[in-house]
């Protein structure tokens, strides 16, 4: 594990998909729109803390759960992951 990354636990790559959970796709999806770096490390769900995968490891701090893990990246990364899509409903609300 690097010291200068987090450790994003995730199942593996199958079916021409980056992952087999969209669970860990979105958080990799999310991790990337917050331009954090990171480190795929590939286990199984009973190795995981809550027995389900993903889940982060942030430099010593664990977070599971897709869910937590982008209110994690949000509140200790300062990111806005819905920014874009609120100004585009603001930019529709006026229009209409
Ligand atoms: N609510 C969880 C769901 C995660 C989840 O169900 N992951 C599946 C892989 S797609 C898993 O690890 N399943 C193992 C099991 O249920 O035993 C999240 O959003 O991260």
Known sequence: MS?????????????????????????????????LAYERVPMIPPQAPLGKLPFIDDHGEVVSDSTFIRAHLERKYGVDLDARQRAQAWAFERVL
């Open 3 to 35: 010291d200068s990354s987090i450790t994003l636990h995730v199942t593996r790559a199958a079916f021409e998909l980056p992952d087999t959970s969209p669970f860990v796709i979105k958080t990799e999806v999310q991790l990337k729109m917050a331009g």
